[in-house]
């Protein structure tokens, strides 16, 4: 039902807890425990569907390199390599159609080189496709689909977009908003809700029924709490109307991520800057860019992008995700060779580099197959606790019963100055992720429903 515990409230028959000792705080819990019930009962189905599909994903790492082993890695390590110029000749030669966007030269000693070509027939127009080719014999070892800056193949690109869209589109990425937008609350109400009483649950040695379950879904949510947090801010970070204002508010702030300029210096009208379409050597080549960006301190594993006409630069970047991360990327002048432009990721405004490190860390690349493992285990705890928290709801009442309304005048007894400014809080929340403020209006209105009802009906009874 949700990602952290709740409380033994309308607990099936058997020896009563304490209530808890009454707090300037107390008047609260009733409205935490409705927010958290109803939140629970509704978002645990996305948030079901994210964490399964986060836990392939995780695990999609370790798969991709069995699966595409063969294209990945070389027959055997040679004396010396090609010059990263003949080996995108290499391609080419097997992959005429379509333009090199990147390059990727290989980072290891047993990696092939990728070459990215863009604009090929039958490939996702937002994704490439990645001809690998061994770096020292120059053959060419398969081509696959590859998406992402972190050079996603079909399989773990295929999970992804289940996790990110359910393959719907912009559309469908509603559903992984919705999800982290109230992964935080449900966590958070949870932890609130179980502490408020756990000096009361101590004293109750029942260990059975729905107090065994309510005691699995607790602790298991108190641990799990942070790693749930840390996933709903990160994930918000790319969403689409949450990540939308993230964005513009660290623009507001100059903590946009930088990118170094492209434009190349000087005129390059008839010195050869320029290319056939397809064509990766613009003006000096990629061997001497590639020497230019080494000879600035970057090295593997780096990016060599084409320009993109005459008057821009040749762009190496970077792209370890892993830590320790490298991220710096220089602009290379076509016509000279020289470096017009460098950007280290040590420059990069704190925000900015908070949301690189958040993102990668949420995706697994931080920190590697510790990453990726612990991601797992998160997924599965959120699997547990929706799994318990729905048993808690059956063994409550065999499904039938909903839960308690608010008691009537609840609101009333909050004090002013906890109410006020929990009211405004809660208004600026809605305003910066609005699949959050949206269904939380929603749930207040149907719960005010509900009570009306069950006044009427004589049987509104107070919550626990």
């Given at each position: ?155 773990r690109t295929w999970i992804d ?231 808690m709801w059956w063994q409550r ?13 609840a609101w009333q007894q909050v ?50």
């Open positions: 039902m949700s990602t952290a515990p709740t409380t033994t409230t309308d607990e099936a028959p058997g020896p009563a807890a304490p209530a808890p000792a009454p707090g300037r705080w107390a008047p609260l819990r009733p409205l935490v425990l409705r927010l958290h019930f109803y939140a629970g009962v509704f978002v645990a189905p996305f948030l079901l569907i994210a964490a399964v599909t986060g836990f392939l994903y995780a695990g999609a790492f370790q798969a991709e390199k069995i699966v595409y082993r063969h294209e990945m890695t070389v027959a055997a390590v040679g004396e010396r390599q090609l010059p990263v110029s003949e080996q995108v000749a290499a391609a080419r030669k097997a992959h005429p159609e379509g333009t090199v966007s990147a390059v990727r030269p290989s980072p290891e000693a047993d990696a092939t080189t990728r070459v990215m070509l863009s604009g090929v027939k039958g490939v996702d127009p937002g994704h490439t496709l990645a001809v690998f080719v061994d770096p020292y014999t120059g053959k060419v070892r398969g081509a696959l689909e590859q998406y992402g800056s972190t050079g996603a193949l079909p399989l977009e289940f996790h990110r869209d359910l393959h719907l589109g912009e559309n469908g990425r509603l559903y992984s908003e919705f999800a982290a937008s109230w992964l935080w609350v449900i966590a958070g109400g949870g932890v609130v809700l179980w502490f408020s009483r756990r000096r009361a649950l101590r004293k109750v040695r029942g260990t059975s029924g729905r107090r065994r379950t309510l005691g699995l879904h607790g602790t298991v949510g108190v641990w799990a709490a942070a790693g749930f947090f840390f996933l709903s801010a990160t994930g918000l970070t790319w969403s689409t109307y949450a990540g939308a204002n993230i964005d513009e508010l660290r623009t507001s702030l100059g903590q946009s991520t930088p990118s170094v300029s492209s434009a190349a210096g000087g005129d390059h009208s008839g010195h050869g800057a320029s290319a056939s379409a397809g064509d990766a050597e613009h003006g000096v080549g990629l061997d001497r860019v590639l020497a230019a960006a080494r000879a600035k301190g970057l090295g593997d594993p780096v990016e060599i992008v084409p320009p993109a006409d005459a008057s821009s630069a040749y762009v190496v970047r970077q792209v370890q995700r892993s830590w320790p991360e490298k991220q710096d990327s220089v602009a290379v002048d076509p016509t000279t060779g020289k470096v017009t432009d460098t950007l280290r990721f040590a420059d990069y405004p704190l925000l900015a580099k908070l949301t690189r490190w958040g993102i990668d860390l949420h995706t697994g690349v931080l920190f590697g197959l510790v990453n990726q493992i612990a991601l797992m285990i998160l997924a599965l705890s959120l699997v547990l606790l929706i799994v318990w928290g729905y048993r009442g065999r499904g039938s019963a909903f839960g308690r309304p608010i008691p009537r005048g004090p002013p100055q906890i109410l006020v400014p929990g009211v405004v809080l809660v208004a600026v929340l809605g305003y910066f992720v609005p699949l959050l403020g949206i269904p939380l209006a929603g749930f207040i209105v149907a719960d005010v429903i509900l009570g009306e009802i069950a006044h009427r009906k004589g049987r509104g009874a107070p919550a626990a």
